[in-house]
């Protein structure tokens, strides 16, 4: 296989000239040698020590980068923090490797022919300079952190081949404000849009089917999200921090809703349950402090620690079923809480379920009545 990088020679220190040709050589370049001894020697080596100083300045110098017909891959680690400013791939090139130009910080453009069939972990990363890309049309693989800390990339296009983006593969890319993903991916890795700070607007397909941990995470800008239908569980911390989010809808799919899944999602004003959910873990809507009402599914039989914890805004809650376990402090500081609708005492209360409502009436619970 054609690669092009790998690790650079070493280089090898002159040899300081003792005769007199080496001299004469010396006076030929402008170096007038002294007739003091000492003063010749540290001139000499001065010479030296420029000359391993170009040499090691070389990489970074070579600022246009255009590969040749021919090669295959680009090597793992190639231009890792070169002074490379845009990069310009053959045809014949069919993979990026690993960290192949991982804090390029000078990097602005990316030329990128449609044989390149998969981009490797940090093969980008940290390419801050970088603002659009346009994929290959038959890149099927782009691995973790591939583009992580992109933080001036605004603008990219996903092509339907796409099958996999890997954990944080977009992770803290700072200025990306929209993006749509193709109908070919059927799971979303852990962290791969977290921290996207200006992400408004999402579109993702019916084709996936898992959202992993983290995946838009602290995404502080996004505003509604349509969770594809066939997703079964919604992973931990999937959505928190999304402060913005106002609107969001949850397929039927759905059976359990994970571990601060929507935790800080402040904007939350209103919110379904769809009769699918079984279980809402820890914290998982924690800090959603603009819902006002909510109705617990008929299905739901527990809510975890501190599910709605801190939803200071919520004055109305209906508990559907009587199977239902209100877990430790699940609507705790939940202060403007004053009508609450339960048909007959759960099987389980936590007693500081609901500490911090002072607003609520508990005898409410005991005989199925809706008192403030």
Do not use: W, Y
Request: aromatic letters at 4%; hydrophobic letters at 40%; proline letters at 6%.
């Amino acid at each position: 296989m054609n690669r092009l990088g790998g690790p650079p020679d070493q280089a090898t220190e002159p040899e300081l000239p003792h005769s007199v040709s080496g001299v004469l050589a010396l006076r030929s370049n402008g170096l007038q040698p002294k007739s003091d001894g000492l003063a010749m020697a540290s001139n000499l080596r001065a010479m030296a020590s420029n000359l391993r100083a170009m040499a090691s300045n070389l990489r970074a110098m070579a600022s246009n980068l255009l590969v040749l017909r021919g090669v295959l891959e680009i090597s793992p680690h190639s231009f890792t923090a070169s002074g490379l400013t845009t990069i310009t791939l053959p045809e014949t090139t069919e993979s990026i490797g690993d960290s192949a130009f991982e804090a390029c910080r000078s990097l602005s453009e990316v030329r990128m022919s449609d044989c390149v069939s998969e981009i490797g972990e940090g093969a980008f990363a940290a390419c801050s300079a970088l603002v659009s890309l346009k994929l290959s049309r038959s890149v099927m693989k782009i691995g973790g952190s591939a583009f992580a800390g992109c933080s001036a990339l605004s603008s990219l296009s996903i092509p339907d081949s796409v099958i996999h983006l890997g954990p944080s593969a977009l992770e803290n890319c700072t200025s990306l404000g929209r993006l749509t993903l193709p109908d070919s991916m059927v799971f979303i890795s852990p962290s791969t849009f977290a921290g996207c700070t200006s992400l408004l607007s999402l579109t993702i397909p019916d084709s996936v089917l898992e959202l992993g941990e983290s995946a838009f995470e602290g995404c502080i800008a996004l505003t509604d999200v349509r969770i594809p239908r066939h997703v079964r569980e919604i992973e931990e911390s999937v959505f928190a921090g999304c402060r913005a989010l106002k609107s969001l809808t949850i397929p039927n799919s759905v059976s359990r809703i994970g571990v601060s899944a929507f935790a800080g999602c402040s904007s939350l004003t209103n919110l379904t349950l769809p009769n699918s959910i079984t279980e809402i873990q820890t914290a998982a809507f924690a800090g959603c402090t603009s819902l006002t009402t909510l109705t617990i599914p008929d299905a739901v039989v527990k809510l975890g620690t501190s599910a709605f914890a801190g939803c200071s805004a919520l004055t109305t809650l209906t508990i559907s079923s009587p199977a239902t376990r209100i877990g430790l402090a699940a609507f705790a500081g939940c202060s403007a809480l004053g009508s609450l609708s339960i048909p007959k005492p759960p099987t389980q209360i936590d007693p500081s379920a609901f500490a911090g409502c002072p607003s609520l009436c508990l005898a409410a619970l005991l005989d199925g009545s809706t008192e403030r």
